[in-house]
């Protein structure tokens, strides 16, 4: 199994689909994003997959970090993205991102893992 962790995300490989955990309290800045898509595109080694975002807590993200996770740049490798909301604060936070950023990608926001499992091996077609 392929894993990466540091302070701020844990992120590995499932049964084709990247799982990405964040780590409670965390502050998203552009260095940040910057350096989990490039370990992200390291461990998918060319491969496009579907991704699965648990937030664990995410406080902020910076409008340079969110625009770069919905560029073509920060989407690189992603073929969808199902995430699943931890909080009220976090289904704010998302609903949010996604109205202001309009990403490039199909993004769909969930309560449960197992649907949005699911729904991405739906996506994989």
């Known amino acids: 199994?392929?894993?990466?962790?540091?302070?701020?995300?844990?992120?590995?490989?499932?049964?084709?689909?990247?799982?990405?955990?964040?780590?409670?309290?965390?502050?998203?800045?552009?260095?940040?994003?910057?350096?989990?898509?490039?370990?992200?595109?390291?461990?998918?080694k060319g491969r496009v997959l579907p991704s699965i975002v648990f937030d664990g807590g995410v406080v902020s993200l910076d409008k340079a970090a969110r625009d770069y996770f919905s560029s073509v740049e920060g989407t690189q490798g992603i073929k969808c993205v199902a995430i699943v909301q931890s909080s009220m604060f976090s289904k704010m936070?998302?609903?949010?991102?996604?109205?202001?950023?309009?990403?490039?990608?199909?993004?769909?926001?969930?309560?449960?893992?197992?649907?949005?499992i699911a729904w991405l091996h739906s996506q994989k077609k």
């Open 1 to 44: 199994m392929e894993i990466f962790e540091n302070n701020i995300i844990k992120m590995e490989i499932i049964d084709d689909i990247m799982h990405a955990t964040y780590k409670k309290g965390m502050k998203i800045e552009l260095e940040d994003a910057k350096n989990i898509v490039d370990e992200r595109l390291k461990m998918l």
């Open 93 to 116: 936070l998302v609903n949010f991102f996604l109205k202001i950023t309009k990403p490039k990608l199909k993004v769909k926001a969930f309560d449960d893992s197992i649907e949005a």
